[in-house]
């Protein structure tokens, strides 16, 4: 499975920005997917994961009523829509495929950054 993250970017706080990843190579509709993000200098942290029909989402506590993770298995595509950004949302963010509840990633994307800016 490859995943293509992108839609990172330079954001004023308070902004919003949506990333997307598009999955190739497996069966996106069959899969949790989840993003996961990396501050500068400290470790991966869970973001999010979407059940794979959609059905259900769970949020880390600092994202919940900010971050609102989605998919549309028709076009093998997961989102992360980012609201009320804060200078400590700065990161690179990876989707992933989990073998959810599990929240281990078996594939990783290349991670896009966010920036916000204070």
């Known amino acids: 499975v490859q995943l293509q993250a992108s839609g990172g970017g330079l954001v004023q706080a308070g902004g919003s920005l949506e990333l997307s990843c598009v999955a190739s190579g497996g069966t996106f509709s069959s899969y949790a997917m989840a993003w996961f993000r990396q501050a500068p200098g400290k470790e991966r942290k869970f973001v999010a994961v979407i059940t794979w029909s959609g059905a259900s989402a769970y949020y880390a506590d600092s994202m919940k009523g900010r971050f609102t993770i989605s998919r549309d298995n028709a076009k093998n595509t997961v989102y992360l829509q980012m609201n009320s950004l804060k200078p400590e949302d700065t990161a690179v963010y990876y989707c992933?495929?989990?073998?959810?509840?599990?929240?281990?990633?078996?594939?990783w994307g290349q991670g896009t950054l966010v920036t916000v800016s204070s």
């Open positions: 992933a495929v989990v073998p959810f509840p599990r929240l281990i990633a078996d594939y």
